[in-house]
């Protein structure tokens, strides 16, 4: 029998941060040369999630990024961070890197070429400030003692005062997320807000044959509405308008889309009464949309009324329950983490664990759609790597 002996290495350094990505380069970067930093990852190579997103163009940042495009359940926690770096903080970096970027729609600032542009820029950064890089680290435990996180899996040993952890949330399992920041912040004591995908498409069937169909709806969840266009799926509904809602959107809520937020519908009706009500609609309604909702009417004169009510009914107050979310396989983000009740929203440090860490999205902030969560990644990352440089 041959005993293969793997040799533990061993490492001492002033500062280690679990997870190279949006929050783990920002913070990695920031802190700068005078301390020792090594940044763990599991993938191959850093930044998957900025590679994908915005459509591979990264929605990088919203230059109208407010307090209220962020929900977390201690509402005032993200507010010292934002305040403290700003959209124009990271445009600032984008400029230095040349990188050519537009304004897509509602403030939202997009890379024109490539997402891989806005990671090159951090990872140029990381590397100017001596950040050591080591990747296909997996399986990594963390425990404490006597002043030092030891993090380590089968093949290196490292002891470090302070440990960051930037692990994101758990959507898109296929290219690394993972719950290791919500089993780290536990065993330190942290307590774990429910967590749910969000930024995510409704499974639902009730315009089943539609799909292709887009129209700017209004639609209402609870208090919240938004204005904005949504898209008919195979499996569902999509699009920015139903995305926004998902934040907002528990199991069971009820959803109701007004399809003609601009329109009379019942003024238009009556006003017109010899027209024939599909063709009527379908100047203002896909063409599809209008046969699905008026197929079996005629014209107002040879419709009853209670049957236009319904229409009405149906085409601004279109109420129903969704069968559930696509998941996280095809959410955005995950709604709450690691509760921020005893993390300092100057720092990110947390309260219960002096030299812990924890920032972006593995903690209970989760921005809008539009570039907010990128926002967040940053200026948490921001807020931490200044405490520890
Ligand atoms: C398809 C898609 C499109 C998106 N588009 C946008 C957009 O355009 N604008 C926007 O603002 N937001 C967008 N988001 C959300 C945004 O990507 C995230 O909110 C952001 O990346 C969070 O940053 P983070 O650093 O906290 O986590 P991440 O960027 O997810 O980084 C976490 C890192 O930790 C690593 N990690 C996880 N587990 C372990 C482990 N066990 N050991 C070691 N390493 C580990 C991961 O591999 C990853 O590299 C999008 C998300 C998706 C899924």
Known sequence: MVAIMIKMENIETDIVIIGAGAAGLMCASIIGEDKNVYVLEHNKTPGKKILISGGGRCNFTNIHSSFDDFVSSNPHFFKSALSS????????????????????????????????????????????????????????????????????????????????????????????????????????????????????????????????????????????????????THRGLSGPAVLKASLHWNSGDKVIINWLPELDLEKLIYANKKQNI?????????????????????????????????????VTRFEFI???????????????????????????????????YFIGEVLDVTGQLGGHNFQWA???????GKALK
């Not at 984008?94 to 997009?110: D, R």
């Not at 009527?280 to 419709?303: C, E, M, N, V």
């Not at 996280?328 to 300092?344: R, Y």
């Not at 940053?378 to 931490?384: D, E, H, R, V």
Request: hydrophobic share 35%; charged share 25%.
């Open 322 to 356: 969704p069968q559930g979310t696509e998941g996280l396989k095809k959410a955005e983000v995950t709604v709450g983490g690691v509760d921020t009740s005893k993390i300092s929203s100057k720092t990110m440090e947390s309260n219960l664990s002096p030299g812990l």
């Open 85 to 232: 770096y700003s959209p124009h903080d990271f445009v600032e970096l984008v400029e230095k890197y040349k990188i050519p970027y537009f304004e897509k729609k509602l403030g939202q600032l997009f890379c024109k070429n490539s997402a891989k542009d806005v990671l090159y820029a951090l990872v140029s950064e990381c590397e100017k400030a001596g950040v050591n890089f080591r990747y296909c680290e997996k399986d990594l435990k963390v425990s404490y003692y006597d002043g030092f996180f030891l993090i380590q899996n089968d093949h290196v040993l490292i002891k470090a005062p302070n440990l960051v952890i930037a692990t994101g949330g758990l959507s898109i399992p296929s290219i690394g997320a993972s719950d290791i920041g919500y089993r780290i912040a536990k065993q330190f004591g942290h307590k774990i807000i429910a967590t749910r995908p969000a930024l995510v498409p409704f499974k639902d069937d009730h315009f089943e044959g539609l799909s292709g169909i887009s129209a700017i709806v209004e639609i209402k969840t609870g208090r919240y509405s938004i204005k904005e266009d949504i898209l008919i």
């Open 278 to 314: 599909v063709t009527l609609l379908s100047h203002h309604l896909p063409k599809r949309l209008a046969q699905h909702f008026g197929a079996k009417l005629g014209t107002a004169l040879d419709t009853s009324k209670k049957d236009i009510e319904s229409l009405i009914e149906q």
């Open 378 to 384: 940053w200026a948490s990352g921001k807020a931490a």
